[in-house]
């Protein structure tokens, strides 16, 4: 599709845990929007102790990459439009500035100008357990008109590997930011048929029931 027909999506990701998640969702990102791309610097450093890749695996998914210094960037700027933004992995410092309108790098300056142009901001907040300080920042985030979508993924498509976890997460990013998918499996639809042997469970390893009430 040319890029002047597709959706221009800003991820942003920042220096919490869950490089696992930015890179799959840039992954699916790139096959149907025009991603533009910014990573803290703390953001790469821990993209280098979780992901066996190089920088070049998140990089080579971006139509455009910028520097969180870069304030003269266009995602600085009400002006330039786009149809949404993620921050993904959200750390408790972005989210912090976020909730504040601070406006120190561009991740935190892009987030701002989105709420203020009243476009779609998700935040997938990666942190537990929560104090007071992380919770009021969620809501004021939330009262601004962003979403808080926490890392936290559902487990009813039967996921066998970190991958399968990661794409039910970020189905749901894509959901948040009304992007159409048929990419992951949804509560309702069709489960992965446990009786298929391409979705057994290892050998010798004991299948667990969960019992929900």
């Not at 992954?27 to 190089?54: K, R």
């Not at 007071?132 to 920042?137: A, D, F």
């Not at 601004?144 to 794409?167: C, E, K, M, N, W």
Request: aromatic letters at 6%; one cysteine or more; a neutral charge.
């Amino acid at each position: 599709m040319p890029h002047s027909k597709r959706k221009r999506i800003v991820l942003a990701v920042t220096g919490a845990s869950g490089m696992p998640y930015a890179q799959t969702l840039a992954n699916m990102l790139q096959d149907f929007c025009e991603l533009h791309l910014i990573v803290s610097n703390a953001g790469w450093l821990v993209w280098d102790q979780e992901v066996a890749l190089p920088r070049e695996g998140l990089l080579d998914t971006a139509f455009q990459v910028y520097s969180q210094g870069d304030l003269a960037a266009p995602p600085a700027s009400g002006s330039w439009r786009h149809q949404g933004m993620v921050v993904c992995p959200c750390s408790m410092a972005s989210l912090a500035a976020i909730a504040n309108g601070l406006g120190s790098n561009l991740i935190h300056r892009a987030a701002d100008v989105t709420l203020k142009e009243r476009q779609r901001l998700v935040l997938v907040t990666r942190e537990t357990p929560l104090n007071s300080i992380h919770l009021e920042n969620m809501l004021s985030v939330t009262r601004a008109g962003g979403v808080i979508l926490p890392a936290s993924p559902g487990f009813y498509h039967r996921p066998q590997t970190i991958q399968d976890i990661a794409r039910q997460l970020c189905g749901r990013i894509l959901d948040s930011l009304s992007l159409e998918h048929e990419l992951t499996p949804r509560w309702g639809e069709k489960l992965l048929d446990s009786t298929d042997p391409t979705h057994q469970l290892p050998q010798n390893k004991e299948k667990i029931t969960w019992n929900i009430v």
